[in-house]
Every structure is written in C-alpha cells, then in structure tokens.
C-alpha cells in the first residue's frame, strides 16, 4: 500500500513531512531543514534511502585512467532487434571477462503474473542479442583506434536475476555478460583491469560513492561522466535486505544511456548499477541491492 | 595470599580463558561458513590491467573488519559461491516476496537507457571477435536465465 501510494502520491505536496510507512502504521517524522528536501513516503519494504549531502560531478579526464578504463559502452540489439546501448564495468573475476550491468540492457523483463506463472515461456523475458563491449570508449576520437582504445569485445553470454527473467522485477535489475577476446587476443581483464564487486551487502553503510556511465544527454553517449557525493542513509527502514536497494538524487545528466553504469566505493567496489527513476520523482536514481539472485547471475558468468 | 584467593584467582582465569576459547571458536565457525550468510559481503577485489590474477573474496560476518580468502583463481573456491544455484533455491530466494505482486513495482518505472533508439556504433567493430575457448568453461551454462551466442 504505501509503495503505490509512493507512485501515486504528488512529491511536492508531502514535502515538508517525512512519512514512514510501517505496514498499516505510518509515523510521522520531523525532519531537519536539509532532509526537507528529501521527504517522501516510504515504504516498510523499501529498504533503503539516502540523502545526499553533498555532490560533484562533471567530466571524466580523456583518455581515461583506471578504473575508468574498466567502464565501457555495451552495444547491443533489443528484443525487436533496434540498436541501443547502455553502459557496463568489467569485474575481476576467474574468467577474467565478466561485465556487470543492468538486467534490463541485456533481457526485456518477464511479465510472469505470479509465481504460478514461472516456468511458462510466454511470460518470459526475451533476450536482447549482439552484444559488443567497448571499454574507455571516446566517440569524439576521430580514429577507430581513439575511439576504442583497448579494442572491443564480443559476447559469450549473458545472465540475468531470476526475478527479472519471469517478473521484470526492477528490484533485481542486475545482470552479467561475459565476454570473449579482443582483436589482439587479450581478456578485458588483461587489456583494462577489473573493479571489485559487493554483494550481500549490509546496506546500512553510509560511504562516498562514485557513479559513472554514458548518458546519452551528454554528447549522445560517446564520453563518459561520472559524480561522486556522500550518500547519508536517511531512513532506517528495516528490514533492509531486500528491496529497492540503492536510491539518491540524480546526478546532472547521467540519465538515459548510464543505465548499467557503475556505483562504487572508494575501493573500487560495485555495490550496484544504475537502473531506474520515477517519472514524478525523476531527481532520484535506483539501483538494486545485489542479494543472491545477483550471485546467481555472477556465477553463471565469472 | 591464601589458599582460597589462589584457588578463586585460578577459577576467574580458567573462566577467561575458558570464554576467550569459546569466543575464539565462535569467530572460526563464522569465518569457515559453507556458504555466506544473508548479511554477510561478498566482495570482489579490483585488479589493475595485465596483473596476476588475483580472485579475493571477503566475508564480513561480524559487520567489522572482514575476513579475506585469497583463492588461487583455480575455480575451486571456498564454498561461498560454490554451491549451485536449483530453480527451487533460486525461488526461496526471491520469497521475501518484494515486487512478486503484480503492478506492485513496475508501473511508473522508466528505464534509463533504452527507451532511446541510437545511431549505434556497431558497424565499425569486427562483427564475429575471437572467443578464448581456455576460458569457457568456467561459466555455468545450465543457468537458466541465460543467453548465449
């Protein structure tokens, strides 16, 4: 109940209040002054929200340093094969070729009604296909070599959450690709690096956070941009396990085509990727906790 | 000093000890954990470009610090990730029963990347790459949320 209200409420019209919804009883919550801004409803099994207090963002210097380099555009193909893309991180794994993005830029998203309904392929989510990865990628090079300065790499698989195979469940928008070489035979490991990866996160944690991606606002996709900010964990909303995952306020441009796109630590951890926003409440991006429906997918493609 | 403060002085220190050995115990049973638990990371390392390869994984059970387990990047891993994943578990997993609901989290949601159709790049890249056949067979391709080429 609370989360459709969340959809179906008008933002502006809650904000000066903090109303925390805790199954059929709702708190209310005098807020700072900063955490005004922030007001909304939240639901008992949204798990997790942050405040951000404080922000940067801007360009990523050409050509790009590590970790940069790890953080790529993912060419690909949708179910009705039109050309998109979205943006993926090579992760260090044994395969030494495995990127982390989003479900949703690797499969439509099942539209399974219930759980009843798993299992029978015509709600499955349908694949996207010729996926092509382009670690560091810079489209304003005027040559193939400044443009993908550590070459491209082609697809062996790809995997998603289960929830989001039968449910296009937007709290496990999480997937994997692994990867093949490069024209001069080199693993994305070999060529870029890899960042580390959190799953299972106690998500109460507060840290600096580095976000990255290819929105296509900004020169239509071909440079990277990232932000950075404190995330401030603004609710204590337990159970904080399993929901949403990650939220805080958007950061400039990194919209459209940042989908996949990296959100780290300061040691180089992916805790998430960006996933999605609300249309009413589009200041605000998403990313999924990654719980063990993540680790599923991960296992099927480190 | 008496007896009697010996003897009680012994006891008090067999009892420290003795609570030392457990809370010892205590934190190997948490580190040598088959399989992680709900509340515990798993963490990947970074690795820089054409460094040894270096798989790491770190527990934090206890929520301080971490533990980490190197591995030897041979697949073989500690049994953190190592049990595979059946339908059934996969579906115990997603009981908690977040977005299970029809319309429950969907609607109102716009993907961030794909709504847009792009001038795509595609072309000027090889379309058929080398694949590493050495590396294949790590992955577990009886998934069944997979795809592959």
Redesign the interface.
């Known amino acids: 109940v609370a989360?459709?209200a969340m959809?179906?409420s008008s933002a502006p019209s809650i904000g000066k209040v903090l109303l925390v919804g805790l199954g059929s009883v709702s708190v209310l919550v005098a807020t700072t002054p900063q955490a005004v801004a922030e007001a909304r409803l939240v639901g008992a099994?949204d798990p997790v929200y942050w405040n951000q207090t404080s922000f940067n963002g801007g360009y990523v210097n050409t050509p790009y340093q590590?970790?940069d380099?790890t953080v790529g555009r993912l060419?690909y193909k949708?179910e009705n094969g039109?050309?998109?893309?979205?943006?993926a991180t090579v992760?260090?794994?044994?395969?030494?070729?495995t990127l982390i993005t989003?479900a949703?830029?690797?499969?439509s998203g099942g539209d399974a009604?219930?759980?009843a309904n798993?299992g029978d392929g015509a709600y499955a989510g349908k694949?996207h296909?010729?996926f092509?990865f382009?670690p560091a990628y810079d489209?304003t090079k005027s040559t193939?070599a400044g443009?993908?300065p550590y070459g491209?790499?082609?697809?062996?698989?790809?995997?998603?959450?289960?929830?989001?195979?039968w449910?296009?469940?937007?709290?496990?928008d999480i997937g994997f690709v692994?990867l093949?070489?490069?024209?001069a035979?080199h693993?994305p490991?070999?060529?870029?690096?890899?960042?580390?990866?959190?799953?299972?996160?106690?998500n109460s944690v507060q840290r600096w956070t580095y976000v990255q991606g290819h929105p296509?606002s900004y020169n239509?996709?071909v440079q990277q941009r990232y932000a950075d900010g404190y995330l401030d964990r603004l609710v204590n909303d337990t159970p904080a396990?399993?929901?949403d995952g990650y939220e805080y306020q958007k950061v400039g441009d990194l919209?459209?085509?940042?989908?996949?796109g990296p959100w780290y630590t300061g040691?180089?951890?992916i805790f998430t990727v960006?996933?999605?926003?609300?249309?009413?409440q589009a200041d605000r991006?998403h990313g999924s906790y990654m719980?063990?429906?993540a680790?599923?997918?991960?296992?099927?493609?480190? | 000093m008496s007896i009697g403060h010996l003897a009680r002085r012994q006891l008090i220190l067999g009892l420290v000890v003795l609570a030392a050995l457990l809370s010892g115990s205590a934190v190997f049973l948490t580190m040598t954990a088959p399989k992680a638990k709900a509340d515990n990371d798993i963490r990947g390392c970074p690795v820089s470009p054409a460094s040894t390869l270096a798989v790491c994984i770190a527990t934090n059970a206890a929520g301080a610090g971490g533990t980490l387990v190197n591995e030897s990047g041979n697949g073989v891993d500690t049994g953190i990730m190592g049990t595979d994943w059946t339908l059934a578990e996969l579906s115990a997993a997603t009981a908690d029963g977040v977005g299970l609901t029809a319309g429950s989290a969907t609607s109102g949601i716009l993907p961030s990347a794909p709504n847009a159709n792009l001038p795509v790049d595609q072309t000027e890249f090889p379309p058929a790459l080398p694949l590493n056949p050495s590396l294949a067979g790590n992955s577990i391709a009886n998934y069944p949320f997979r795809s592959s080429r």
């Open positions: 989360r459709h959809r179906t099994n590590w970790p380099i060419n949708d039109a050309p998109k893309y979205c943006t992760i260090n794994t044994e395969s030494q070729a989003a949703h830029c690797l499969n009604p219930t759980t798993e694949w296909s010729d092509l382009i489209g193939l443009r993908a491209a790499f082609s697809w062996l698989g790809a995997s998603v959450t289960y929830s989001w195979y449910h296009e469940n937007y709290h496990d692994r093949g070489l490069n024209a035979n693993t490991l070999y060529e870029v690096g890899g960042m580390g990866y959190i799953l299972n996160e106690d296509l239509n996709g396990k399993d929901g919209t459209q085509g940042a989908s996949g040691n180089m951890e960006f996933s999605y926003f609300y249309t009413y991006m719980n063990a429906e680790q599923a997918a991960l296992k099927a493609e480190q």
